[in-house]
């Protein structure tokens, strides 16, 4: 049976990442893939890399591949080990690939929002990935519509079948339509009007592209093999593939790739605001960002923790995975020992079917289960990366406390998260957010911890080494970098309205100007068409 099918789906209408389905955590933003290098097989490097790059999004995967002469896109619903498979990539041939992991911020989760998006052009064709989430989304899409897209002399409809209605999918049609330029050009004319977080990767027939928002709110590197380029979202899907890392690709930056090498243009003036979130939570612990590994930013971020809340316990412990590396350097600076206190289903992924009420009722257990012999009469400090809703928190303390932890103290590697985010990472609403409407002294009565404590942002700003200026905080503090639009210009079903979507989507089988088939549906795409 294909995944897509046996996927469900919370009463909003998004596939279930939690236990809980009233209980999401902050979701990732996406992952992208680029591989320019002929004589190796770049279907598998760009497999490879996803897979390196599977935390950041799990809802979907594609991969795009053109052998010179055509483009062929395969995507589907579910995780990159459910969508490809030998024979599938065996059949994706060529010299130039990009890939795509999404996790949705515009746009319902659904086969028509998978990514690459591809497009036909009057020259050839167009494949795009995205990372990130744009804020004048609703304005491109009147650009697409001012410029009479549908109506010029290539027919970009292809098929009558509904849309794509993501962001992505609206910058794919703006890059498509470039009579008399090239599509280097075009890009270096539509990037400038392009607002919010995006780190592209696209290709034409022959040339791999990638562009970094002016901000550089989402990473976006450069990796070098002995035939040919790399560009990824993280270093860690450099080292999978075997490419060395050259640089980061530079706020406002775009490169391009083919035959005739390496080339840069800086299409935007930068001003570099990377997301703090990165170094907290979204990133892997062994990619390198702004000159420095993730791990030791978490650790130090412990440290600083351990010196601002210190307690009076035995033991401390992190909620794996991604607390722990600051429960490692709580425990250095704190002196007392660090153990492993919970036990991780690592099966348990982010597109787990939603449980029934009875299995529900077991709570955090199916991810988590507490070493009774370690904590049992234990002090205990808790070290997570940060509380959204508060709910899985008052289970883990909760549950804590019924093997036998004498006391609970918690400790987070984040500041409060009181401000949506609309650049990438999925939030839950303000009006959700614990921290938004509790002081945290009221936190912690709610959770029933001990005591709590949230590193200050300075001290998190101080463990990254990046200037303040230089970061987005939003999340935390509320000051977004980038100006936003009316509220009435923003949200995940902006392009989903009554009367269809801005841009339509290129449907399975499609077919290019030369005849050539564009897109391949993955096994789950009918399903996925049938379930919007």
Not at 444 to 457: K, V
Not at 492 to 499: A, G, I, N, R
Request: glycine share 10%.
């Amino acid at each position: 049976m294909p995944f897509s099918s046996s996927a469900r789906k919370g009463g909003d209408g998004r596939l279930t990442h939690a236990l809980d389905p009233e209980d999401l955590g902050p979701q990732d933003a996406c992952g992208v893939f680029g591989v320019w290098a002929p004589g190796e097989d770049v279907a598998k490097l760009t497999y490879y890399g996803l897979y390196a790059l599977q935390h950041r999004g799990q809802e979907s995967a594609g991969i795009a591949v053109s052998n010179g002469r055509q483009i062929l896109v395969y995507k589907d619903m579910g995780l990159v080990s459910q969508v490809f498979d030998e024979a599938t990539l065996e059949a994706l041939k060529g010299h130039v690939a990009i890939g795509h992991s999404r996790y949705s911020t515009t746009g319902a989760s659904t086969w028509l929002n998978a990514q690459p998006t591809f497009h036909p052009t009057a020259e050839g064709s167009i494949a795009l990935a995205h990372n990130g989430n744009l804020i004048n989304t609703a304005e491109l899409a009147r650009m697409v519509e001012d410029r009479s897209l549908l109506d010029g002399e290539l027919d970009l409809r292809i098929d009558a079948g509904p849309g794509a209605t993501n962001d992505t999918s609206v910058v794919t049609a703006l890059l498509a339509h470039h009579p008399g330029q090239s599509v280097e050009e075009r890009a270096a004319e539509v990037l400038p009007q392009v607002r919010g977080a995006y780190s592209f990767v696209w290709m034409t027939e022959d040339t791999l592209y990638a562009a970094r928002d002016p901000q550089g709110i989402r990473p976006l590197v450069l990796g070098r093999l002995d035939r040919g380029w790399v560009i990824a979202s993280e270093t860690a899907a450099l080292d999978i593939v075997g490419a060395s890392f050259v640089r980061e690709v530079e706020p406002g930056e775009m490169v391009a790739v083919d035959s005739d090498g390496l080339r840069s243009h800086q299409v935007s003036e930068p001003a570099p605001k990377h997301c703090l979130f990165e170094f907290v939570y979204l990133a892997r612990p062994d990619t390198r960002m702004t000159g420095k590994r993730v791990h030791s930013v978490r650790v130090e971020i412990g440290r600083r923790l351990a010196q601002a809340f210190p307690a009076e316990a035995d033991l401390v412990i992190p909620v794996p995975e991604s607390g722990t590396p600051a429960a490692i350097g709580y425990a250095e600076a704190s002196g007392i020992p660090y153990g492993m206190g919970l036990v991780k289903n690592s099966y348990v992924g982010r597109t787990f079917i939603q449980p029934s009420q009875t299995i529900r009722q077991l709570g955090i257990r199916l991810k988590l289960n507490p070493l009774r012999d370690v904590i049992e009469g234990k002090r205990l400090v808790v070290v997570d990366d940060s509380i959204v809703r508060g709910n899985t928190q008052r289970a883990l303390v909760r549950m804590l406390r019924e093997a036998g932890a004498r006391e609970v103290h918690v400790r987070i590697s984040s500041p409060p998260v009181k401000w949506p985010c609309f650049y990438g990472i999925d939030f839950a609403t303000r009006a959700e957010l614990i921290a938004n409407g509790l002081t945290i002294e009221q936190i912690r009565t709610s959770i029933d911890a001990d005591s709590l404590g949230f590193i200050e942002l300075d001290d998190l700003v101080d463990a990254t080494t990046v200037p303040k200026d230089d970061l987005c905080r939003a999340c935390f503090d509320g000051v977004y970098p980038i100006p936003l639009p009316d509220a009435s210009e923003l949200g995940k079903d902006l392009l989903e309205t009554p009367s269809g979507p801005a841009v339509p989507a290129v449907q399975p089988g499609a077919r290019t100007p030369d005849g050539l088939a564009a897109t391949t549906a993955g096994a789950g795409a009918p399903d996925s068409l049938r379930h919007p």
